[in-house]
């Protein structure tokens, strides 16, 4: 019997999102489009945030998930370590997981997980999971090393539609290769 999947995708939907909500969206749900067509067993955790940590579906089997529109609302500061310590936490027992992380900003507003909490969690898991961590307009090997991503599982991307529709593309085809294993 395969092991179920956990996709787990957190997208900043702070202020400085706002240009690209569109393309988030739209971009979110083509890569969810292509997981449900695949074979195999495989969940959906999706986390929005920006100042408040906002689960949208909580381990939803791939098929149950409708397409996003109004989950996604853009909105404060970006409160980072957060949104990656309070939806991880509970996967940790997991072991094939896809995590995808979307932001375009640092840290600027978190209170209950530090940086040394965040780095601690992902560097138990760094070799078990597939992580990509995505900065649009930002250093994301700077900012998603800050935390404990690898410099290899860090993508950095401008804010444009081909870009963001690129990396999209590329975590789609990653994500495909990992639930095939």
Not at 40 to 64: E, M
Not at 74 to 94: E, Q
Request: charged share 20%; hydrophobic share 35%; glycine share 6%.
């Amino acid at each position: 019997m395969s092991k179920t999947t956990h996709i787990v995708c957190i997208l900043d939907c702070s202020g400085s999102m706002g240009s690209l909500a569109s393309e988030v969206v739209s971009n979110f749900n083509k890569f969810l489009k292509i997981q449900q067509e695949l074979p195999g067993k495989a969940k959906l955790t999706l986390v929005t945030f920006d100042d408040q940590y906002n689960l949208i579906h909580n381990k939803v089997k791939l098929s149950k998930v409708k397409p996003i529109t109004d989950e996604y609302q853009i909105g404060g500061m970006t409160a980072l370590y957060d949104a990656v310590g309070k939806t991880i936490t509970p996967m940790m027992d997991k072991e094939k997981v896809v995590l995808f992380i979307h932001t375009d900003g640092q840290e600027n507003s978190s209170i209950e997980f530090t940086n040394i909490d965040v780095t601690d969690l992902i560097k138990q898991k760094e070799d078990q999971w597939d992580i990509q961590f995505v900065g649009a307009g930002i250093d994301a090997v700077s900012v998603g090393s800050s935390i404990g991503f690898k410099v290899a599982d860090c993508v950095s991307t401008t804010r444009s539609s081909e870009d963001l529709s690129a990396t999209y593309a590329s975590f789609s085809a990653n994500t495909v290769a990992y639930r095939s294993q």
